[in-house]
T-cell receptor, first 115, second 113 residues
Framework: AQSVTQLGSHVSVSEGALVLLRCNYSSSVPPYLFWYVQYPNQGLQLLLKYTSAATLVKGINGFEAEFKKSETSFHLTKPSAHMSDAAEYFCAVSGVNFGNEKLTFGTGTRLTIIP | EADIYQTPRYLVIGTGKKITLECSQTMGHDKMYWYQQDPGMELHLIHYSYGVNSTEKGDLSSESTVSRIRTEHFPLTLESARPSHTSQYLC????????????FGEGSRLTVL
């Protein structure tokens, strides 16, 4: 069984400030972890993924995330927020078990950028 | 340029109508999925398919049905729509060699009056 918890359904940051979106996971097998972004009236787009290689993963648009097994966390960060980062962000987990490949998504965090 | 096409993007219909949400992909992926998304809620998997003539129900019970007659096409049908079916429906695909990454269409937002 696997699940993800995203702390904070809404996060607001000032333009130029650090973005930190939190994700904790639970998985009975080694996980693959993902962050997706959804802009208004759009589908989900992959930002980055962790697949058991480097624990610090870099993604598109200047985002990165660090896999911390001891904390069961996969928080998403960006050093300097831009207005275009305003969107909804979803963390997701998939078990590394080829008989069970479904992704389980968190409830999402809506990021607002304050000018 | 989209590789996963969903139509219609927006649909408003009355109760009792039959509707079909279309999903087509040009990526050649075997695996296709339908997710239901409500505001403030996680995405719920309602149907998936691992190839032609393969369909399975997902984690969330749904009154909708799906078919997979061609690799590139995975339509979702509601025989008699109700207001409780109002939601956004997202189609996704995955490569058989993938480490889990899903590719999503832009979604179909359904409103049943």
């Amino acid at each position: 069984a696997q699940s993800v918890t995203q702390l904070g359904s809404h996060v607001s940051v000032s333009e130029g400030a650090l973005v930190l979106l939190r994700c904790n996971y639970s998985s009975s097998v080694p996980p693959y972890l993902f962050w997706y972004v959804q802009y208004p009236n759009q589908g989900l787009q992959l930002l980055l993924k962790y697949t058991s290689a480097a624990t610090l993963v870099k993604g598109i648009n200047g985002f990165e995330a660090e896999f911390k097994k001891s904390e069961t966390s996969f928080h998403l960060t960006k050093p300097s927020a831009h207005m275009s980062d305003a969107a909804e962000y979803f963390c997701a987990v998939s078990g590394v078990n080829f008989g069970n490949e479904k992704l389980t998504f968190g409830t999402g965090t809506r990021l607002t950028i304050i000018p | 340029e989209a590789d996963i096409y969903q139509t219609p993007r927006y649909l408003v219909i009355g109760t009792g109508k039959k509707i079909t949400l279309e999903c087509s992909q040009t990526m050649g992926h075997d695996k296709m999925y339908w997710y239901q998304q409500d505001p403030g809620m996680e995405l719920h998997l309602i149907h998936y398919s691992y190839g032609v003539n393969s369909t399975e129900k997902g984690d969330l019970s749904s009154e909708s049905t799906v078919s997979r007659i061609r690799t590139e096409h995975f339509p979702l049908t509601l025989e008699s729509a109700r207001p409780s079916h109002t939601s956004q429906y997202l189609c996704a695909t995955r490569d058989r060699e993938s480490t889990g990454e899903l590719f999503f269409g832009e979604g179909s937002r359904l409103t049943v009056l």
